[in-house]
């Protein structure tokens, strides 16, 4: 008659079942790789005999492994965002990426997707840098969401997909644009002092403060007279006003220049 020995640990029982006339060991429980490699079995045998007698034998089951885990990846040290002038190289995150499998079940390669300028480099053991692969500019794109991909070798092969949204943080890299480099006004004479006479507009490709735009008279004079005593320009609107009324026998034609400035 076969049975387990009464010794034999509640896992190997929980796990295993022996028969006990033919000792046929087969498996009842859930076995598990990641949980335990190897079960130890000690069986004991004893004969039928009016003073029975008993022998021992151990078995030794090795548990193989499957490709059962997907692997594992996170994104740790986020440095975002990250400034459009940042240098190619720049590390913007380290990933650790992992599989409870072992062999070739538990070898994983990243990846990301395609078209961003960013790529991956193996830094250490389970760990990938994403780093930048190529200049950036905000102007153009401000914002990337990167998908990193994580496969392992096992056939069928697992994977897993983690995402991080990249945005990327403005400079003042534009300068103030007028829609057209030169405005012809025209206006009657004898106009009351202060009138409006005209507005310019300027945009900014930047961001926020960087695109903050404002005016100022280029100063010049005219004859004897400085420009600042004919017109003015509010700094915030681009607003330009007369600031006295003009006389056509006087001045035919005036001419100046208005300067927009962004934030430094």
């Known amino acids: ?8 640990s509640p896992n190997v029982k929980y796990k295993f079942n022996i028969d006990s006339v033919t000792g046929q060991i087969t498996v009842k429980g ?11 079995i000690l069986i004991e045998g004893i004969d039928k005999g009016q003073l029975p007698l008993s022998g021992h034998c151990r078995v030794i089951v090795e548990v193989e492994d499957i490709n059962d885990n997907i692997p594992e990846l996170e994104f740790k040290s986020l440095s975002l965002p990250i400034r459009e002038n940042a240098p190619v190289g720049t590390v913007i995150a380290l990933i650790s990426v992992s599989d409870r499998d072992t062999g070739v079940n538990g070898q994983v390669t990243c990846s990301l997707t395609n078209h961003v300028p960013f790529k991956l480099v193996s830094t250490f053991k389970n760990y990938y840098s994403l780093v930048l692969d190529s200049a950036l500019d905000r102007e153009i794109t401000a914002d990337y969401k990167v998908v990193v991909t994580a496969r392992d070798r096992g056939s069928p092969s697992l994977s897993a997909t983690a995402s991080v949204s990249v945005e990327v943080a403005d400079v003042n890299d534009n300068a103030p644009t007028f829609a057209q480099p030169e405005y012809t006004v025209f206006v009657r004479e004898n106009n009351p002092p202060g009138a409006h006479i005209f507005t310019v507009s300027a945009v900014d490709a930047d961001a926020q403060e960087n695109a903050l735009v404002s005016y100022s008279l280029v100063e010049r004079r005219i004859g004897e007279r400085l420009l600042s005593s004919y017109v003015s320009v509010h700094a915030e609107s681009g607003k330009v006003f007369a600031l006295q009324p003009l006389d056509h026998e006087e001045l035919e034609l005036l001419q100046f220049q208005v300067s927009a400035r962004d934030a430094e």
């Open 30 to 40: 859930y076995i598990d790789f990641e949980e335990c490699k190897s079960y130890e």
């Open 1 to 8: 008659m076969y049975s387990f020995s009464t010794d034999i």
